[in-house]
């Protein structure tokens, strides 16, 4: 198995946690993080699956976003066989669902977005980009499960679904295929990889927020926690008991600060300040200087 394109958590959503733990955000925007985060929880589940599960000769790309006959397509993970092209929509519902009249549903008839819909629509253009290109391969889909409290009832065989209990026998079949790859997979995946397009600049999603109004300090990495202590060498937090290197504390709340103001420049005294004058100014130009480039000098340095 070789994995062409890896799963990374997205810039939103680190930006958002960012900014929930240095302003209060409006409840609309922190349930715009449960539900981001519950979504990546799912495909890391379903990634961690992936490594365990399949041994055969496959390319893996995961978090793909296509242009199709004009039309924006998210695809959640394919996995490239020698015969076929696997297609995933992945889900992390858990508790109890019924399916009715091919309608995803709770069990007090609550209507969930249809995830059988999205994948028919997906199914559909990745086909035709494979007719464009002139690629005759198998697209195999389904909506996984990877929740292992999710419970469906009325589901109908033919619904292309695999749940949570079925996942390991689903990677089982793929790994009876033993036909080997060859340079005609790995120029479909290069393909798909080229016609990946970057998502909309994150910034333009994030709520309005202001440098000024932001809290500033040290926060932990781990839970986001500003109740830090510090030795010589390191910051222990109080909340989640993580303890990191002092120096590794701090290149970590400086990439937060970048992550947020883009444009603005890294300087020592903004960082000083970032940090909640927390660490000497001596110590961060010395950590400025190992982790990133100086630029100018005196009063003009900064770092990138």
Known sequence: MEIVKSRIQPELLTALNVLDKRMALPVKEKQHIINM???YKGEALFDALVKEYVRADVLVLNDLLLTISEQTVQIDSLILTADTVFLYEIKNYKGDYQMK???LLTLIGQEIGDPLTQLKRTTSLLRQLFQQW?????????VVYVNSTFTLYHASPEDRIILPNQIPAHFTKINRQRL???????????????????????????????????KKGITCSNCGSFDI????????????????????????NVEEFRLLFPSLKITR???HDW??????????????????????????????
């Open 101 to 103: 009249s091919g309608q």
């Open 180 to 214: 080997p790859l060859n340079k005609k997979h790995r120029y479909l995946a290069e393909r798909l990889l080229s016609e990946h397009k970057l998502i909309v600049p994150y910034q333009k999603q994030l709520p309005d927020y202001d440098y000024r109004i932001l």
């Open 229 to 252: 202590q510090f030795t010589q060498r390191t910051c222990y937090c109080e909340d989640c008991n993580n303890r990191n290197s002092k120096e590794e504390t701090i290149v970590s």
């Open 37 to 39: 985060e519950k979504g």
């Open 275 to 304: 940090c909640g004058e927390g660490v000497s100014k001596e110590r961060i130009s010395r950590i400025l200087l190992k982790h990133y480039n100086k630029t100018g000098q005196t009063l003009g340095t900064f770092y990138e």
């Open 134 to 142: 002139s690629i005759n391969v198998i697209v195999e889909a389904a």
């Open 269 to 271: 005294n903004i960082i």
